[in-house]
C-alpha cells in the first residue's frame, strides 16, 4: 500500500513551497530593478575593445535597431574609447550573411580601419556571442570591453561578460528605452526572463 503523507508532511511540504515561490519572485523583482538601473548609466570609459552586441541583418544591410548600435559604437571608437570594434552575431535566415560580418562591413564602409574591426560571426544568441567574444579577447590580449546594445539588453550583456572572466562596462544605444510604459514593462520582463533561463542552465 502506498503511504498517504501525514498532515504534518503536506504542511513541511506547502511550506517549502511557499517558500521557493517567495525566492523567486524575490530573484525575479529584484533582477527587474536592477535590470532598469543598469538601462539609465553610459558607464562608457577607455577600455581595451568595443563590442557591439548584434541584431537582425536584412539580407546583408543592418536592421534599424542593429544601425542604431552600430553608429553609437562608431561614435565611441571616434571618442578614442577603444582601439578595437568587436561586431557579434551569426547568421539568420540567410545563410550567405551574418550580424557580425554585417557590422563589421558598415563599419568598414563608415572609416573604421579594417586592421580595427573584428568580427564575430557564430553566436546563435547573446550567450553564445559572449561566449566566443571572450575566446577573441583572450586570444588577442584584450582584457577589458565598452559593450554597445539595447538599454534593457546591457545588465544581462554585463553578467554574461562577467561569467567569461571580462570586465565588462556598458553603453546603451540613444532611444533605446520604449517611449510606452507598457512597452517597456514588457521590454523588462523579457530580459528578466531570459537572465534567469540563463541562471538556471536552461538557455
Known amino acids: 500500500m502506498t503511504a498517504v503523507p501525514s498532515l504534518r508532511g503536506r ?3 506547502a511550506a517549502i513551497l511557499l517558500a521557493c515561490f517567495a525566492a523567486a519572485v524575490v530573484f525575479f523583482v529584484h533582477t527587474c530593478l536592477a535590470i532598469v538601473e543598469q538601462a539609465y548609466h553610459d558607464e562608457r570609459r577607455p577600455a581595451d575593445t568595443i563590442v557591439v552586441f548584434g541584431a537582425a541583418e536584412y ?3 543592418p536592421s534599424p535597431v542593429l544601425r542604431a548600435r552600430l553608429d553609437h559604437g562608431l561614435d565611441l571608437f571616434r571618442q578614442d574609447m577603444a582601439p578595437f570594434v568587436i561586431t557579434t552575431g ?3 535566415k540567410d545563410p550567405r550573411f551574418s550580424e557580425g560580418g554585417v557590422g563589421h562591413d558598415y563599419l568598414a564602409g563608415r572609416g573604421v580601419p579594417d586592421a580595427a574591426l573584428i568580427e564575430e560571426t557564430q ?3 547573446t550567450a553564445q556571442s559572449a561566449e566566443r567574444v571572450a575566446v577573441i579577447m583572450r586570444a588577442n590580449g584584450l582584457h577589458t570591453c565598452l559593450a554597445v546594445s539595447d538599454a534593457y539588453h546591457l545588465f544581462r550583456v554585463k553578467r554574461l561578460m562577467a561569467e567569461e572572466g571580462m570586465p565588462c562596462y556598458g553603453s546603451p544605444r540613444p532611444g533605446s528605452i520604449p517611449h510606452s510604459a507598457g512597452a517597456r514593462f514588457w521590454a523588462v520582463q523579457r530580459e528578466a526572463f531570459s537572465y534567469a533561463l540563463w541562471k538556471l542552465h536552461i538557455t
Do not use: E, P, Q, T
Open 90 to 92: 551569426g547568421s539568420g
Open 123 to 125: 553566436g546563435g544568441d
Open 11 to 13: 504542511k513541511i511540504a
Open 59 to 61: 539580407y546583408g544591410r
